[in-house]
């Protein structure tokens, strides 16, 4: 099967020969300014993660551990027990300008919402992200990483309940929500109409380019690493290439809308998501000796690292809590766009059912990846605190994805195929989700058109060629940048509108104690 796929390519790798390093090199350069922007320091700390962690302690003690006391509640509005509540008359009150009746708008579920949104965050982050995390920061960065996937779950609570309550619906049926439309609405009704939007557009252009960058090249970055080992591919041009086809299979799902996106995302992250987790779990359990030592590790570690580099606490604090935000994306405000297009009239059922996507991502997630990660390693293999999150395993370097199917690979057989698909799969859900995310940002700067649509969509499956084409460290550099600039406009509206989501959620508490569910 190999031989005949370099075959069929031969004659494409012979004429682009070196266009993999001709594309890293004009893009390296874009990558490092954002970058450099993004994170300014200080007190030699990143502002942005400065801003994220307080914003997160901030949400969590007003509205009173609701990550805790309402997981119960999201749980049962997923499953649909709440679901009659719209069917019942109420005094809702709605936002002015934006539809009466919210129960008779929207274009998906509950459950495909949050479907929609979790392949949004769970994706090669969890993979690639926490490999990462790890060979940098040593296993305290796990650590970090849960306490900030806890946090999380109450700013996302928060931005996603905002964001079915300022949604607009167009003639059609189809929905437009998310921060840009939570930051310009909100902010105009308490006379800042100027400063939100420009908060707003700022939010669209960033949120731009996370799609093209967390949402799709980092994305397709991966794939292609674990696409070419299987393969034996090191033709120059052989990035480039598999970034085409992968390009194609998106372009088809892509031009469907969020209802084609939820109806595919419904059936492939529920599946994706728990085979890598039983395949996790064999790994963990099987070596069920080493859990108690792993554990104590990340702890121990957390307060104390050794990983070479890292620095002190604070470093691995950082490298712990930049990995988890880039994975679950809260503060970013991106899962809300997925989230406004509910079937609800209550828009803090929707905030609970938010809640759910960090813990489902980084404290289930991410933790198993990181485990499987550790217990590998009590074989001496590598050292934490590798140069760039690169490690070097029997002479030969790994980085990202490429950690986490050395591990893999020790324990289950031919685990090399079933984690390149898997990875593939987190590529290729997360890469249709954030499409719509970075399509309704475009729409909000430059109308509704066709040929607007046509021109994102080409601009998007471009990037999936130049991610797949370029280096790691650009692409996630870039990536990184990206999803952290959505913070700075996306907190604007975070703290201007808190308190319509605490009248919002008192309603839909109200509402199911009234009617005895």
């Known amino acids: 099967m190999k031989k005949i796929l370099i075959f069929t390519f031969l004659p494409f790798l012979s004429f682009a020969d070196g266009i993999d390093k001709k594309i890293d090199e004009?893009?390296?350069?874009?990558?490092?300014?954002?970058?450099?922007?993004?994170?300014?320091?200080?007190?030699?700390?990143?502002?942005?993660?400065?801003?994220?962690?307080?914003?997160?302690?901030?949400?969590?003690?007003?509205?009173?551990?609701?990550?805790?006391?309402?997981?119960?509640?999201?749980i049962n509005?997923?499953?649909?027990?709440?679901?009659?509540?719209?069917?019942?008359?109420?005094d809702h009150e709605d936002i002015k300008g934006t539809i009466k009746d919210e129960s008779k708008d929207g274009e998906v579920s509950h459950f495909q919402?949050?479907?929609?949104a979790v392949s949004g965050t769970v994706g090669n982050g969890n993979i690639a992200g926490v490999a990462l995390a790890i060979a940098l920061g040593g296993p305290g960065a796990t650590f970090w990483m849960i306490i900030c996937g806890l946090l999380g779950m109450s700013t996302k609570f928060v931005e996603c309940t905002l964001g079915v309550q300022y949604r607009d619906v167009d003639e059609d049926g189809t929905v437009y929500g998310g921060p840009m439309y939570y930051i310009s609405k909100g902010l105009k009704e308490r006379g800042f109409e100027f400063f939100g939007k420009i908060a707003a557009i700022l939010f669209a252009i960033f949120c731009i380019g996370g799609s093209f960058g967390g949402g799709n090249a980092a994305q397709?970055?991966?794939?292609?690493?674990?696409?070419?080992?299987?393969?034996?591919?090191?033709?120059?041009?052989?990035?480039?290439?598999?970034?085409?086809?992968?390009?194609?299979?998106?372009?088809?799902?892509?031009?469907?809308?969020?209802?084609?996106?939820?109806?595919?995302?419904?059936?492939?992250?529920?599946?994706?998501?728990?085979?890598?987790?039983?395949?996790?779990?064999?790994?963990?359990?099987?070596?069920?000796?080493?859990?108690?030592?792993?554990?104590?590790?990340?702890?121990?570690?957390?307060?104390?690292?050794?990983?070479?580099?890292?620095?002190?606490?604070?470093?691995?604090?950082?490298?712990?809590?930049?990995?988890?935000?880039?994975?679950?994306?809260?503060?970013?405000?991106?899962?809300?766009?997925?989230?406004?297009?509910?079937?609800?009239?209550?828009?803090?059922?929707?905030?609970?059912?938010?809640?759910?996507?960090?813990?489902?991502?980084?404290?289930?997630?991410?933790?198993?990846?990181?485990?499987?990660?550790?217990?590998?390693?009590?074989?001496?293999?590598f050292e934490y605190g590798g140069d760039g999150g690169m490690v070097?395993?029997?002479?030969?370097?790994?980085?990202?994805?490429?950690?986490?199917?050395?591990?893999?690979a020790q324990y289950i057989p031919f685990s090399n195929i079933f984690l390149t698909i898997a990875v593939v799969l987190f590529a290729v859900s997360t890469m249709i989700s954030w499409s719509y995310y970075g399509l309704q940002s475009w729409k909000f700067i430059f109308g509704r058109g066709y040929y607007a649509d046509l021109t994102y969509k080409i601009l998007f499956l471009l990037f999936i060629v130049?991610?797949?084409?370029?280096?790691?460290?650009?692409?996630?550099?870039?990536?990184?940048?990206?999803?952290?600039?959505?913070?700075?406009?996306?907190?604007?509206?975070?703290?201007?509108?808190?308190?319509?989501?605490?009248?919002?959620?008192?309603?839909?508490?109200?509402?199911?104690?009234?009617?005895n569910l």
């Not at 808190?498 to 104690?513: G, M, N, R, T």
């Open 26 to 74: 004009a893009f390296a350069p874009i990558s490092n300014f954002f970058s450099n922007v993004v994170f300014f320091t200080i007190n030699d700390i990143p502002f942005v993660l400065m801003l994220l962690v307080f914003s997160a302690l901030f949400f969590t003690i007003f509205f009173a551990f609701p990550n805790i006391r309402y997981f119960k509640v999201a």
């Open 77 to 90: 509005t997923v499953r649909g027990k709440y679901d009659d509540l719209d069917n019942h008359s109420n």
């Open 113 to 116: 919402a949050l479907a929609t």
């Open 220 to 381: 397709s970055n991966q794939a292609t690493i674990v696409l070419k080992d299987l393969m034996g591919l090191e033709s120059t041009a052989a990035g480039a290439i598999i970034g085409l086809i992968i390009a194609i299979i998106v372009g088809i799902i892509i031009i469907g809308g969020i209802k084609r996106i939820a109806n595919v995302t419904e059936k492939v992250v529920p599946f994706m998501a728990v085979m890598y987790l039983f395949a996790c779990l064999y790994i963990i359990l099987s070596n069920y000796a080493f859990i108690d030592d792993a554990i104590s590790l990340i702890i121990t570690e957390a307060f104390n690292p050794t990983a070479v580099g890292v620095g002190s606490v604070i470093g691995v604090l950082l490298v712990g809590f930049k990995r988890a935000a880039f994975s679950n994306e809260a503060g970013a405000g991106s899962a809300s766009i997925a989230h406004s297009a509910v079937k609800t009239k209550y828009s803090a059922s929707e905030g609970l059912v938010a809640l759910l996507e960090p813990f489902i991502d980084t404290v289930v997630i991410c933790t198993m990846t990181a485990l499987v990660i550790i217990i590998f390693n009590f074989g001496g293999y």
């Open 392 to 408: 070097y395993i029997d002479g030969v370097g790994y980085e990202g994805a490429g950690i986490t199917s050395k591990a893999f």
């Open 466 to 515: 130049i991610g797949a084409a370029s280096s790691m460290s650009s692409i996630w550099a870039f990536s990184d940048a990206m999803i952290f600039a959505m913070i700075f406009p996306n907190m604007v509206g975070l703290f201007f509108l808190f308190p319509v989501v605490k009248k919002e959620l008192s309603k839909y508490l109200d509402a199911i104690k009234k009617n």
